[in-house]
């Protein structure tokens, strides 16, 4: 009796202890799941020390010429200050000839396609630029680059564009209107996006309108941003 006490004893002892061993295990494997879950998540979350949040861009098209003018604005995530190099594309091509006329809120300087500056971040700061550039285009069409924000791997919160065209031309326009107006002979195509991660620019084409006296915008959105 005392034999079978003591082996018994021994078997529940030695059972206790695989069960201590397999919750520890199983506990051990469900922290290093969760921790490699949270190193995934951080990794997504990781980016740029700088968010580019808002844009508000107007073209303003003529026959034979184009005029831009933007504001953007970012925020410094750090508490750090931080200097940022920055490079302004613009569309140079068979169409788009280099801009004639340039303006901005900083110095800068100018290359074959684009201009660089650089900015000055204080920690959690919140600044902006503003550019206005007049370019002259060989064809009924032009395009406003805006790709280049997936550089920045974030959408921008709120992307704003107006488009103003005179009554004389119909527009075909490639992002989807929010809403239009004529104002003073000329017809304002107002866009807002959320959340704007485009894959594809913006662009802009029209033809001559016979109908001048039209009251309502003639405009096409072409497709989806």
Known sequence: MFL??????????HDFQNHVIKIFVHRLMLFQLLFLILCITCQKEKGPPIDFFKEDITIEIEEGRLRVTGIYFFKNLTSNRIRVNFYYPFPVDVNHHYPDTIAMSRSYEENSSGINFTMLFNPKDIASFH???????????CTYITTTTRKWERPIKEAHFTIIIPDTLSAIISYPLSHSAKINNKHHHYITIQSFFPKEDLMIEWTRNSQHNNLEPDCIRKSSS
């Open 4 to 13: 079978f006490t003591l082996f018994y004893s021994k078997m529940k002892s």
């Open 131 to 141: 550019i206005m550039y007049e370019q002259r285009i060989s064809k009924n069409q």
